[in-house]
């Protein structure tokens, strides 16, 4: 859980990056318009998993993008390639911008193990079909997302679209690895949205 308190923090940050960006074509006022419209800052990342509370959802792309600066920091040049910062903020910040205005909070009867009492307890589920983003997978959501306020080169659009790898049914099993072997920020940002689900979050 966050406090009132975090969740600005998160939120704070989040903003100054986006407004840091100095990519030519980005449209950073209509992409903050975008984001003041939505539950971007109080939104869960996932509806039982990782960061599965109010602000989650901002959390978790901060993280996202603080591994990111380190595994490139360490394994760019091996890589081979130089990586723009701007480049940087915008696959890591947004490579989960589908999951705004993505679940709906919901409640359900819980019994209180040592009381005997049946208690209310809030969980996050995906809103219904007519109510939320859907033009493809999660991945694809992001990426035609990011690239309605942001010009997105092929490996920014790849880094996105492949971001689970193989862990999910929406992921190019068969060419994965021939994804990641031609395009190292892809792999970067896969390894970033590991780092940060499964250590950085292991306990949220």
């Known amino acids: 859980m966050l406090t009132e308190n975090q969740i600005n923090a998160n939120k704070n ?3 100054e990056l986006i407004r ?7 449209d950073k006022d209509k992409f903050l318009a975008w984001l003041n419209n939505s539950d971007f800052f109080v939104a869960p990342a996932s509806s039982k998993y990782h960061c599965a509370y109010a602000g989650g ?3 978790h792309s901060l993280n996202v993008y603080d591994a990111l600066l ?6 760019g040049a091996i890589a081979g390639e130089d990586y723009d910062e701007d480049e940087l903020k915008i696959i890591a910040l947004l ?4 999951k705004t205005n993505f679940y709906e909070q919901w409640f359900r ?3 209180n193990e040592e009381t005997g009492q049946w208690e209310k307890q ?3 589920r995906l809103r219904e079909d007519g109510n939320r983003f859907i033009y493809g997978s999660h991945e694809q959501n992001s990426e035609f997302i990011a690239r309605r306020f942001f010009p997105l080169t092929l490996r920014m659009s790849t880094a996105i679209l492949h971001h689970h790898a193989g862990m999910s049914w929406d992921s190019a099993k068969d060419d994965i690895s021939a994804v990641y072997d031609r395009f ?3 792999t970067m940002l896969h390894l970033a949205d590991m780092a940060a689900t499964y250590i950085y979050e292991r306990n949220s």
Not at 70 to 75: A, G, N, P, R, S
């Open 70 to 75: 380190k595994l490139v920091e360490d394994y």
């Open 95 to 98: 490579h989960d911008i589908s």
């Open 13 to 15: 940050r989040f903003l």
């Open 20 to 26: 840091s960006i100095t990519l030519q074509g980005a």
């Open 184 to 186: 190292p920020l892809a």
């Open 109 to 111: 009867n819980v019994k």
């Open 122 to 124: 809030a969980e996050y």
């Open 57 to 59: 959802l901002c959390q």
